[in-house]
């Protein structure tokens, strides 16, 4: 099982970025693909997730109306579309699977694989 993110990187404050998530060595499908993140000092957060199984997608309230999540089943990938970046937008994003969400979808201990993480930095 593999999970490898991309498209990190510095921003100004306004701006936007599409962070990915590839995934391999699991059926695609049956699988909620969450992000989070983790800034220096913080704890790790759920910012969105999007469940295959019925479609529904999940935000925190701190991303709600600026992040869109959306998957490609073709390529096994999922995005995070994030505009109108703010500083504290600023951490290290991660992408999870977890292959049934009983509670919390944007609870990290019900994820069970992890990609490596990128860095997300926005200028102010």
């Known amino acids: 099982v593999q999970l490898v993110e991309s498209g990190g990187g510095l921003v100004q404050a306004g701006g936007s970025l599409r962070l990915s998530c590839a995934t391999s060595?699991?059926?695609?499908?049956?699988?909620?693909i969450g992000w989070f993140r983790q800034a220096p000092g913080k704890e790790r957060e759920g910012v969105s997730c999007?469940?295959?199984?019925?479609?529904?997608?999940y935000y925190s309230d701190s991303v709600q109306g600026r992040f869109t999540i959306s998957g490609d089943n073709a390529k096994n990938t999922v995005y995070l579309q994030m505009n109108s970046l703010k500083p504290e937008d600023t951490a290290v994003y991660y992408c999870?699977?977890?292959?049934?969400?009983?509670?919390?979808?944007?609870?990290?201990?019900?994820?069970?694989?992890w990609g490596q993480g990128t860095q997300v930095t926005v200028s102010s």
């Open positions: 999007i469940s295959f199984a019925d479609g529904r997608t």
């Open positions: 999870a699977a977890s292959l049934l969400l009983l509670n919390d979808p944007l609870d990290s201990r019900q994820y069970d694989y």
């Open positions: 060595g699991f059926i695609f499908d049956d699988y909620a």
